[in-house]
DNA sequence: ATGCGTTATT
DNA sequence: CCGCCT
């Protein structure tokens, strides 16, 4: 039942139903679907409406139970209880309808027409025999009924009248034969989608010599359908998305019933295992075919004529997600009801001209993307089409910006990402895209500017990043939820307001924004993700919550930050205590001052990430700041910071656990979506690693990244032995300091760091033996301390590169790598100019740091990616989410 | 001059 | 979705 707004089902009687009600005693028909009744139940007086014949209380908030009374409307030849389950305000779940006892059905013996579709029927196991005593049954709905089990056989069938049986979503996860379903040949409809079936596909289906209408999509099916299938002669529609038919696309073609291919209307087969080849020829005819989806197969081979030629009534073709290959056939443009022509993400190239299309009047998407297709039209070309979808991305339109989109108007969603062009964008564009909800133009070489009038566009999303895009940021449209204008030429300061209070995403890195960061930043109340990093910001941040009198206007919801590499100055900024989502928070590369403020441990509880690298920060690091049990990336390099190390930090639990038992990143929302106590956020982020001096902005997932890097400041006493329970570390540097003391014995529990650097400090005693158990040790820098006594051998000790210089400038130390033998007298101090060569070996391993570190991410995103990736996509299936975070990992480089 | 695949109020 | 049939 759709309850389309302004459709003619559309009711919208609210509140009780009245027992008044039954005064109607010769009621017959009694239609109450599409109501806003206030979530009450059934009312159990409904059963003494004796004469009605049909009832339809279908998607009215009905919740609790089904009054067994209804057992009692004996004419009843027609009953729709669907069940609407929706979404609250609060984002709570009405859960609907549920019966836990369903005998009295059998009494309703007229009954031809029977829908419970998501009423909860979870705990009915038999279900069947109840069902199998409505001998006039005709069609059965019991889609989302949470059924558990379905019976091998029904030995007395009394259903001899069913032909529409609606099982789709339920629990059944059992073979698919035998299935009393199969022995129903009357049935023209069946449908048992999403039910976990499993096992070949079934050579019973021959037996519903009936079917029109057969779906077997998403359950766990294998191998090729059924030779059987060719006794199904009046098939019309097969659906079988998400199953594992295996074999060859030609075999599938074969064992389609011959007597019924001109009654076939659609075959739906995505999502599956097929191979080969397209049949070049197709023997009979397929005239009748309005749907063909073979998308996210396994087909090779060219995109064969005859789909031109011979399937004139098709309206939707979707071929993709596979591994075509050849030139898109001229014959494609004879298919003049085509709708929908999908042929992304496969390996199609050539030219499709103005030819291909200019007969397909009707169509309204095109996705392309994703090939390496050239789409050259005359410089005049109109196409005859207004798309409502428009896919290229990849595509090369370019280098001219492509005219014809000039005329669609009418589009929602359109991608021109990465085609090539270098042109200045046209004025009638803005026009064009004026009804866009979706736009993408990003990886393009596109000049001019972004027009005033941009904020009356419809758009919700707009990507204009990776283009050469000049003058300033106009207001932004009201509907607005993410804007990414990132590597372009933009200039001047941000907009006093930007006119998008839904906005969520704001990505304005690598640009020439000059000026302070605008009060009217704290109107955007939903941004979630902020990254103004490499721009010319300057000034301090002002607390514009400060003077916000209502006080449900004082929060933020921001939860990832980046201002890295601006000019910004002040102390670290006070409207951040306003933020209590934050999780990232990037400051690096700035002219930060003053102290770090204690209330980061209170204010800022979720906070995982925090780069304050390169400012000016100085004061002790506050013991606070290890009220962060979530912190695992703690970066305080090139500031002045003194004091020590404070013993508390084995708090930040992001730091002592390992990613795999400590989900701790939230997802920010408490919805349906949400899993209880451990439900994990999955970040993915840009991230930006310098390399020799070249960046690359790698993809990656920064929740692996876990480091402290407090390198470079004026810190002093010994390194706290606790330091040695940080067991989640993949990077420690404590370089360039004025640590004293001994290296904590146990520094060899840190099982995950790859990089260790306690350079340039005062440290003293012998270097600990356990620090050769570190197997995932890869950079390893104790250089100009005060140790000595026999350096230790073995294990990962022996892997790393220039042995040496990991020790030298500790005149006491002796043993290999050293040439100093252990036995004989401590040697002089080495002469000056050696200390000088050394110290320039030094330093620039110190300064190279980062690019170990940029190394440790690439070889990180590249082990993890794949394999944690997949697991926790389906584990996590709709609770992560993505958060864009540009990170430079260091700023030092050996360039 | 990322590459992938989802987004959208949730 | 009836009304009338068996």
Redesign the pocket.
């Known amino acids: 039942m759709d309850c389309e707004i302004g459709s003619?089902s559309t009711q919208v009687l609210a509140g009780n139903i009245s027992s008044s009600l039954l005064s109607l005693y010769h009621l017959?028909?009694l239609?109450l679907s599409c109501n806003r009744f206030d979530e009450i139940q059934i009312p159990e007086f409904m059963g003494s409406l004796h004469k009605l014949?049909?009832l339809d209380l279908s998607m009215s908030k009905f919740i609790g139970r089904i009054p067994p009374q209804l057992g009692n409307l004996s004419n009843l030849?027609?009953l729709n209880l669907e069940t609407y389950s929706y979404?609250r305000l609060d984002?709570s779940f009405n859960d609907g309808t549920y019966s836990t006892d369903i005998t009295w059905l059998s009494r309703l013996t007229s009954l031809e027409?029977l829908d419970m579709s998501s009423v909860n029927l979870s705990t009915i196991v038999h279900w069947l025999p109840v069902v199998n005593m409505l001998p006039t049954l005709k069609v059965l709905h019991l889609p989302n009924c949470q059924l558990g089990s379905s019976p091998d056989s029904l030995l007395l069938s009394n259903l001899t009248s069913l032909e529409t049986l609606h099982l789709r979503g339920n629990n059944f996860h059992k073979r698919s034969v035998p299935n009393w379903f199969w022995d129903i040949t009357s049935l023209k409809h069946l449908d048992i989608s999403f039910n976990g079936f499993y096992g070949p596909f079934p050579e019973e289906i021959g037996n519903m010599t009936s079917i029109v209408e057969l779906d077997l999509s998403s359950n766990s099916l294998v191998g090729m359908i059924p030779s059987s299938m060719k006794n199904l002669c009046n098939l019309e529609r097969l659906y079988s998305s998400r199953n594992n038919i295996t074999g060859s696309i030609i075999e599938l073609f074969h064992r389609l019933p011959s007597c019924s291919l001109n009654k076939l209307q659609k075959l739906i087969v995505p999502d599956n295992n097929l191979i080969g080849s397209l049949p070049n020829t197709l023997v009979e005819s397929l005239s009748n075919l309005s749907w063909l989806d073979l998308s996210v197969n396994e087909l090779t081979g060219n995109v064969p004529m005859w789909l031109g030629e011979s399937l004139s009534n098709l309206s939707w073709l979707d071929l993709s997600?596979n591994e075509l290959t050849g030139h898109v056939p001229l014959s494609i443009g004879e298919l003049t009801k085509l709708r929908s022509l999908a042929l992304h993400?496969n390996n199609l190239d050539g030219v499709i001209h103005g030819d291909h299309l200019s007969r397909l009047d009707m169509l309204e998407e095109l996705r392309l993307?994703?090939n390496s297709i050239a789409i050259t039209v005359s410089h005049t070309w109109v196409p005859p089409f207004s798309l409502k979808m428009i896919?290229l991305?990849s595509c090369q339109l370019g280098p001219k910006f492509p005219r014809w989109l000039r005329w669609q108007t009418q589009a929602?969603?359109l991608?021109i990402?990465?085609t090539?062009i270098?042109d200045m964008v046209p004025g009638w564009f803005w026009i064009a895209a004026s009804s866009v909800?979706?736009l993408?133009i990003?990886?393009?070489?596109i000049t001019g500017v972004l027009p005033s009038t941009l904020e009356f566009m419809r758009a919700?999303?707009m990507?204009f990043?990776?283009n050469q895009l000049g003058g300033q940021i106009p207001k932004l449209p009201i509907?607005?939820?993410?804007f990414d204008l990132?590597?372009n030429h933009v200039v001047g300061p941000l907009p006093t307001k930007f006119g998008a209070p839904?906005l969520?995403?704001l990505v304005l890195y690598?640009n020439m924004i000059s000026g302070a960061i605008p009060p009217s930043l704290c109107k955007l109340r939903?941004l979630?993700l902020l990254d103004l990093s490499r721009n010319n910001l300057n000034g301090s941040i002002t607390d514009c919550l400060v003077n916000e009198s209502s006080t449900s206007m004082t929060k933020m919801s921001i939860i990832n930050l980046s201002l890295r590499n601006n000019s910004l100055s002040g102390g670290f900024p006070s409207l951040l205590q306003k933020c209590p989502d934050l999780i990232f928070l990037d400051l690096g590369d700035n002219r930060f001052s003053g102290t770090l403020p204690a209330w980061i441990g209170e204010k800022l509880p979720s906070l995982s990430f925090l780069r304050l690298r390169s400012n000016m920060f100085y004061g002790h690091i506050p013991v606070e700041l290890t009220k962060l049990v979530n912190l695992q990336y703690l970066d305080l390099a090139y500031n002045n910071i003194s004091g020590s190390i404070p013993r508390s930090i084995v708090n930040c639990r992001g730091m002592t656990q390992t990613i795999y038992t400590s989900h701790h990143l939230r997802y920010p929302?408490?919805?349906?979506?949400t899993f209880g106590e451990n439900e994990l956020v999955h970040y993915?982020g840009?991230l930006m690693v310098l390399t020799k001096g070249q960046?690359?902005?790698?993809?990656g997932e920064i929740i692996y990244m876990v480091n402290l890097d407090l390198s470079c400041n004026n810190l002093a006493g010994e390194i706290p032995t606790e330091i040695s329970t940080l067991l989640a570390l993949k990077s420690l540097n404590l370089s360039w300091n004025n640590f004293n003391g001994k290296i904590p014995e146990n520094v060899g529990d840190l099982m995950q760091v790859e990089s260790l650097d306690l350079s340039h400090n005062a440290l003293s005693g012998e270097i600990p033996s356990s620090l050769s158990a570190l197997s995932s040790l890869s950079r390893l820098n104790l250089s100009y301390n005060n140790m000595s006594g026999k350096i230790p051998t073995g294990n990962q000790l022996q892997t790393l590169e220039d042995p040496a210089s990991i020790y030298i400038g500790n005149p006491g130390l002796c043993g290999p790598p050293l040439s100093r033998e252990c036995s004989s007298q401590p040697e002089p101090i080495p002469e000056h100019h050696e200390v000088a060569s050394n110290d320039m070996v030094s330093f620039f391993l110190a300064m190279g740091s980062g690019y170990v570190v940029g190394l440790w991410v690439v070889f990180l995103t590249l082990l993890f990616k794949r394999k944690w990736r997949a697991s926790w996509?389906s584990l996590y299936d709709?609770a992560?989410v993505?958060v864009?975070v540009t990170w430079a990992s260091l700023r030092g480089n050996l360039g």
Do not use: C, M, P, W
Not at 442 to 445: D, I, K, S, V
Not at 695 to 699: G, I, K
């Open positions: 003619a017959r028909y239609d014949r049909y030849r027609y979404v984002y027409h997600n993400s993307s994703d896919h991305r929602v969603s991608d990402s990465n090539s270098s909800e979706f993408n990003r990886n393009n070489q919700i999303s990507d990043s990776s509907n607005l939820t993410r990132s590597g839904r969520k995403t690598n939903l979630q929302y408490s919805s349906i979506f993915t840009n960046e690359r902005l790698y993809t996509y709709g992560y993505q864009g």
